[in-house]
């Protein structure tokens, strides 16, 4: 019977560590000062006339090591940014508001950000990681259809 205990604790070592060792080897998103430009193209989704074309692009260089602490410093941005249950929310953007409780809505996606196509979606602002050459898209939307 003590046989059994210990191979079956030495199984779940072996697991462990091959966890521990499989997660050490993958690549991590980190976070780093330093210069990057980064693109941002905004849009008005909630008029029809304006819908398919930015009404702004902007190219920005900056030293932010995040998305939210991008568009808290950024003031060319013109981004309204407060702290929400999850973290960082995006309520203004470029005199566009959006309206949590009825919409509309700022949505944001990104081509080529690593953290943005590693989770198939961007992430919340405070865990988009940013580097050289990023380029987003943010979007006032009325409905998520």
């Given at each position: 019977?003590?046989?059994?205990?210990?191979?079956?604790?030495?199984?779940?070592?072996?697991?462990?560590?091959?966890?521990?060792?499989?997660?050490?080897?993958?690549?991590?998103?980190?976070?780093?000062?330093?210069?990057?430009?980064?693109?941002?193209?905004?849009?008005?989704?909630?008029?029809?006339?304006?819908?398919?074309?930015?009404?702004?692009?902007?190219?920005?260089?900056?030293?932010?090591?995040?998305?939210?602490?991008?568009?808290?410093?950024?003031?060319?941005?013109?981004?309204?940014?407060?702290?929400?249950?999850?973290?960082?929310?995006?309520?203004?953007?470029?005199?566009?508001?959006?309206?949590?409780?009825?919409?509309?809505?700022?949505?944001?996606?990104?081509?080529?950000?690593?953290?943005?196509?590693?989770?198939?979606?961007?992430?919340?602002?405070?865990?988009?990681?940013?580097?050289?050459?990023?380029?987003f898209r943010v979007e006032l939307i009325s409905s998520f259809e």
């Amino acid at each position: 019977m003590k046989k059994k205990v210990w191979y079956v604790l030495g199984a779940v070592l072996l697991i462990a560590l091959g966890v521990w060792g499989i997660g050490a080897l993958l690549p991590h998103q980190e976070a780093s000062a330093g210069e990057k430009s980064i693109t941002i193209d905004i849009y008005d989704k909630t008029d029809a006339q304006k819908a398919n074309k930015a009404i702004v692009t902007l190219h920005e260089d900056t030293d932010a090591k995040t998305l939210s602490e991008f568009m808290k410093e950024e003031k060319d941005v013109k981004a309204v940014v407060e702290q929400g249950e999850y973290g960082s929310l995006l309520t203004e953007i470029y005199g566009l508001k959006q309206d949590m409780e009825k919409g509309p809505w700022l949505v944001y996606d990104s081509d080529n950000n690593a953290s943005c196509l590693e989770a198939g979606m961007c992430p919340a602002m405070d865990e988009v990681v940013l580097k050289d050459g990023d380029h987003f898209r943010v979007e006032l939307i009325s409905s998520f259809e």
